[in-house]
T-cell receptor, first 114, second 113 residues
């Protein structure tokens, strides 16, 4: 375990479903991130939170809705997704305001939209 | 200007070989260059990192070479082993992208026994 835990590990959902991905970190970090990893593409940053406040939304469609209730937990709420949204969704955390030096990823949620 | 270009996309070597993965960047404000290793079913994990004020860094069998004037850096894996088979990502951070890692496209490395 890296200190960043993501659940579920795998998720299959229909295009009309609503589901949520969960991320939890026990590293004392104050910055949390959602990334999307698709085959043969670079990791795409989706959202950034610093001290529970969203500081970046990288032009992500509104069918993805993040929530950060505290510095240890991050959610990604999904609704009316498209098949092209199928990917590995990675959560990461770091010391506040970047601290790339302590960036830690979870193992990801493999999402399949049918 | 935020891109990091990585090559090759895939690489196959025999055990004991020295695979080399190359990355190039444009943004001169980048000041930290980590490499991540990702095994199937896992998230990327930090492998080794370098700052532009040094030209080389070694950690075990992994070496980063950095050429600031050319804006290029590379990862060398000495005496590669089948257990090194994974996807490798270079990344960069700094300047206006502070707090956001910019990743290369990734290289799938296969080391045959």
């Amino acid at each position: 375990e890296t200190g960043v835990t993501q659940t579920p590990r795998h998720l299959v959902m229909g295009m009309t479903n609503k589901k949520s991905l969960k991320c939890e970190q026990h590293l004392g970090h104050n910055a949390m991130y959602w990334y999307k990893q698709s085959a043969k593409k670079p990791l795409e940053l989706m959202f950034v939170y610093n001290f529970k406040e969203q500081t970046e939304n990288n032009s992500v469609p509104s069918r993805f809705s993040p929530e950060c209730p505290n510095s240890s937990h991050l959610f990604l709420h999904l609704h009316t997704l498209q098949p092209e949204d199928s990917a590995l969704y990675l959560c990461a955390s770091s010391p506040p305001w970047g601290g790339a030096y302590g960036y830690t990823f979870g193992s990801g949620t493999r999402l399949t939209v049918v | 200007q935020q891109q990091v270009k990585q090559s090759p996309q895939s690489l196959i070597v025999q055990k004991g070989g020295i695979p080399i993965i190359n990355c190039a960047y444009e943004n001169t404000a980048f000041d930290y260059f980590p490499w991540y290793q990702q095994f199937p079913g896992k998230g990327p994990a930090l492998l080794i990192a370098i700052r532009p004020d040094v030209s080389e860094k070694k950690e075990g069998r992994f070496t980063i070479s950095f050429n600031k004037s050319a804006k290029q850096f590379s990862l060398h894996i000495m005496d590669s082993q089948p257990g090194d088979s994974a996807t490798y990502f270079c990344a960069a951070v700094g300047g206006t992208s502070y707090g956001k890692l910019t990743f290369g496209q990734g290289t799938i490395l296969t080391v045959h026994p």
